[in-house]
């Protein structure tokens, strides 16, 4: 059985090329790079090295003067197979230091197999390639060793930078596409990305929908109008068209959202014998804009978020930076498409809240007008004609009677007084008269004086009315702000002082109520089975009710600011 001693430091070339040998009969051995393949080859002798160049340690360049040069090896035929030094010169420099052949990969397995078979023979037949003499030419195959090195230094080198710049333009596009949250403008920077960042000439960007299991187009970018017509061609599908229903077979770009693959085609001249489309709109051998087409799903987590379709000026396999670059952009892509998805939904339920939370505020209103008007029109006047009544009661009295229920009387009369006092200042509460007589600032002084008198806490109010007024809505939401910011001071804060300033400010009004109690953390989660704070939920949905941010600031033992501004 024929051994062959393998050489390469790339482990799966390595195994690849062993079970391909191994399964058509012959016996093998491997190495990672030239040294250990000497020392394989010196206690064992095969019977043909098939080696890389490229190699740590010792590369296949020296390997094969070795090899050649060592008395107890050199009758051993010697083949390159590499995909790194790929030049005429390279082959010339290694036939001339003594290798049977120099094979390029990749190669079908049975023309490699053929190859290998062939050297055997002329080997057995003719002898082995003799190679040039070390001592004679030393100097020019050191000169061509060199060149060979320098050549494929230029290659890395050149591929480094190109490497470089494609993931510099990878990182900008990823940068511009994230940048914002808005679904149609990162479309199209999504779109603009492909065409910087992967030298596309036509980039087609659709979406999933997933209620209605179809691709949306989107985003169309391209170089020129023949670019779009030649990508709907390849495609079978107007760029305008609405929505595209996923199913098997339709075309690639719903094969590759349901197969979660990318589809690569690196001719188009080949589309004819592989699309799957009944038909098309343009003849393929009009197509002449492009070269290659790549079409790649977007997904997230393994869920299909949309597809895009990638014309190029370019034909001929992609290597694995090159379809690793398109992958990532890819994923970049699928990402910014779906945080803005998701902020365009969280806009929208939040939308939903304020809207919600107007109508709400605006139902309360109504319902505290109600109250007020029913507490002034029935219980306001039933305490009116009860105490007349009380009184006219008292006067009719005889003497002797008036004398027994004059306590009682005059107690009655004090009930219906003090009785008549509250229901008025559950009105003044309700819809207090001075804010629609005198405005917000009026009322706030008005309803901190009521505040100081009833908790024995300092209410300093300071400000000037507003010039024009604000719209009522928004004063009674500003002032229903300060009354339960107010009650939060009562219930928690064991405050001494309270400020409260209005203040108008460029393009709205801005309310502060500060005050120098006990202060809490904002940020500190609730403990398990306690109650959450409504005031502060009540406080947040009347700003937002009308268009207004309300913000919270507090810490333990520095008292607290709430802090509320409208636009006007």
């Not at 209005?502 to 709205?508: D, F, H, I, K």
């Amino acid at each position: 059985m024929t051994k062959i001693l393998i050489v390469d430091d790339n482990e799966e070339a390595l195994y690849m090329l062993r079970f391909l040998l191994q399964k058509n009969g012959y016996q093998v051995d491997t190495a990672t790079n030239g040294q250990e393949a000497l020392e394989k080859a010196r206690a064992e002798r095969p019977d043909m090295i098939i080696s890389d160049i490229l190699m740590p340690v010792m590369d296949g360049f020296t390997l094969c003067r070795q090899w050649k040069g060592d008395d107890r090896l050199k009758e051993i035929p010697f083949v390159f197979y590499t995909a790194t030094y790929t030049d005429p010169q390279d082959e010339e420099l290694t036939l001339s230091l003594g290798a049977e052949r120099f094979i390029v990969k990749p190669v079908e397995p049975d023309v490699f197999l053929g190859m290998l078979r062939e050297v055997i023979e002329e080997c057995k037949a003719s002898g082995l390639v003799t190679p040039r003499q070390p001592v004679e030419e030393e100097a020019v195959l050191f000169k061509e060793y060199s060149e060979a090195l320098i050549r494929k230094l230029e290659d890395k080198m050149v591929q480094v930078e190109e490497a470089n710049q494609c993931l510099l333009a990878l990182q900008e596009a990823s940068a511009a596409m994230t940048s914002s949250l808005g679904l149609d403008e990162v479309l199209r920077r999504i779109g603009r990305g492909a065409v910087e960042a992967l030298g596309s000439s036509a980039v087609w960007i659709l979406v999933v929908n997933e209620a209605e299991d179809t691709l949306e187009s989107k985003v169309m970018v391209s170089v020129s109008e023949e670019d779009v017509s030649a990508l709907e061609g390849a495609l079978a599908l107007k760029a305008d068209a609405v929505r595209i229903p996923i199913v098997v077979g339709r075309n690639w770009l719903t094969d590759a959202v349901l197969s979660g693959e990318p589809i690569f085609v690196p001719d188009v001249s080949e589309m004819r014998q592989r699309a799957r489309c009944l038909e098309v709109l343009i003849p393929l051998e009009k197509i002449t804009t492009f070269k290659s087409l790549a079409v790649v799903p977007l997904l997230v987590k393994d869920r299909r978020v949309g597809v895009v379709a990638l014309a190029r000026s370019l034909a001929g396999e992609d290597s694995e930076a090159e379809i690793g670059l398109i992958t990532a952009f890819a994923n970049q892509a699928a990402i910014a498409i779906e945080n803005a998805r998701l902020f365009s939904s969280v806009s929208e339920q939040r939308e939903q809240l304020r809207a919600l939370a107007a109508w709400l505020a605006n139902v309360e209103e109504a319902e505290r007008q109600r109250l007020a008007q029913e507490l002034h029109d029935r219980a306001g006047q039933n305490l009116t004609a009860l105490s007349i009544n009380l009184n006219v009661v008292r006067s009719q009295l005889s003497a002797q009677s008036a004398t027994k229920m004059a306590a009682r009387l005059d107690d009655s009369l004090r009930l219906v007084t003090e009785t008549a006092e509250h229901i008025r200042d559950v009105m003044a509460d309700l819809r207090p008269p001075v804010l629609d007589d005198y405005g917000l600032l009026a009322a706030l002084r008005w309803y901190g004086e009521r505040f100081s008198q009833r908790t024995a806490v300092a209410t300093v109010v300071q400000g000037e009315e507003l010039a024009p007024r604000l719209p009522p809505a928004v004063e009674m939401a500003l002032f229903c702000i300060a009354q339960e910011a107010l009650t939060n001071v009562a219930k928690h804060a064991q405050a001494r002082q309270v400020t409260m300033m209005l203040e108008g400010m460029a393009g709205g009004v801005r309310l502060t109520i500060a005050d120098d109690g006990d202060g809490f953390d904002p940020t500190a989660p609730r403990r398990p089975g306690e109650r959450p704070g409504w005031g502060l939920i009540t406080m947040r949905e009347r700003a937002q009710a009308v268009d207004g941010h309300l913000q919270v600031e507090s810490a333990p033992g520095q008292g607290t600011r709430v802090v509320v501004e409208v636009g006007r």
